[in-house]
C-alpha cells in the first residue's frame, strides 16, 4: 500500500467545549482559562452519550480547563485515556481576551474589520490564525496516525481553533477559513479520509450522523 491510501477510513471528530460563563457573557476568552457553567457539564454529559456511539479509539483535548472537562464525560462513558495538548488551546487574542463583542468593536473596530474580511490579524496582539494551525493541526495529525484502519479520534478544542485547523487539513486558503461557520457550545464537526486527503463529512452537528446516501458519496 502506498502512503497515499494507508489508515484509508479514519474520522477525525472535532468537539467543542461546553457552555462557560464567558460564553454567555458574549466575552471573548481566547486561552483564559474559564471553567464550564454547571449547563456546560449537562452539555457534555448529553454530546458524549451520543458521540460514544462512534466507538472512539483516541480522545487528545486542549488543556485548558472547559476542553479537559468536556473530555472528561465522554472519557467517563468509554473507558478512554485522554492525552492533553496545549497546541490544541484556544487563539491567543492579547488584550481582546474578557472584553465583550460591543467593547471590542468599539475600541478596536478597524482590527475587527479586517479580521472579518479574512486579512491576517493579530488580534488583540495575539496568534495569527495561520499560527494557531500551525501548531494545532501537527497535534491532531500525530494523533491520528496512530489510529487503526476505520479509526475515529475525537479532538476537544476551541471554536477558534477548531475552525483554523479544520480549513487547514482541508487545504482550504486561510482567507477562506471564515466560510467554516462557528460551531455551538458541546457541537462537532467530522472529516473523514477520502482518496484525494481529508474531507469535511459534518459540521457543527448535534446529532449523529446519517450515511450519505446518493450519487455523490
Known amino acids: 500500500m502506498n502512503g497515499h491510501h494507508r489508515g484509508r477510513g479514519r474520522r477525525v471528530v472535532f468537539w467543542r467545549h461546553g457552555q462557560t460563563s464567558w460564553n454567555v457573557e458574549g466575552r471573548f476568552q481566547?486561552?483564559?482559562d474559564?471553567?464550564?457553567t454547571s449547563t456546560g457539564v449537562a452539555q457534555a454529559k448529553r454530546a458524549a452519550r451520543l458521540l460514544a456511539a462512534l466507538e472512539p479509539d483516541a480522545i487528545v483535548s486542549s488543556d485548558l480547563e472547559?476542553?479537559?472537562?468536556?473530555?472528561?464525560?465522554?472519557?467517563?462513558?468509554t473507558g478512554l485515556d485522554i492525552s492533553y495538548d496545549e497546541g490544541l488551546r484556544e487563539t491567543y487574542a492579547g488584550v481582546w481576551q474578557g472584553l465583550t463583542h460591543e467593547e471590542i468593536t468599539q475600541r478596536f473596530g478597524e482590527e475587527y474589520a479586517a479580521w472579518k474580511r479574512g486579512e491576517p490579524v493579530r488580534r488583540g496582539g495575539g496568534e495569527l490564525e495561520?499560527?494557531?494551525a500551525?501548531?494545532?493541526a501537527p497535534v491532531v495529525l500525530a494523533a491520528a496516525d496512530k489510529l487503526p484502519d476505520g479509526g475515529?479520534?475525537?479532538v476537544v478544542s476551541h471554536g477558534g481553533a477548531i475552525r483554523t485547523t479544520i480549513g487547514r487539513l482541508l487545504g482550504l486558503d486561510?482567507?477562506?477559513?471564515?466560510?467554516l461557520g462557528g460551531l455551538s457550545n458541546t457541537c462537532w464537526s467530522v472529516l473523514g479520509e477520502g482518496a484525494r486527503g481529508w474531507r469535511l463529512l459534518e459540521h457543527n452537528a448535534g446529532t449523529l450522523p446519517e450515511p450519505v446516501l446518493g450519487d455523490d458519496d
Open 134 to 136: 500551525e501548531r494545532a
Open 66 to 77: 472547559r476542553a479537559a472537562d468536556t473530555a472528561a464525560e465522554l472519557a467517563a462513558v
Open 152 to 154: 475515529v479520534l475525537v
Open 174 to 179: 486561510p482567507r477562506s477559513w471564515e466560510a
Open 34 to 36: 474559564i471553567p464550564l
Open 130 to 132: 495561520t499560527e494557531v
Open 30 to 32: 481566547g486561552s483564559t
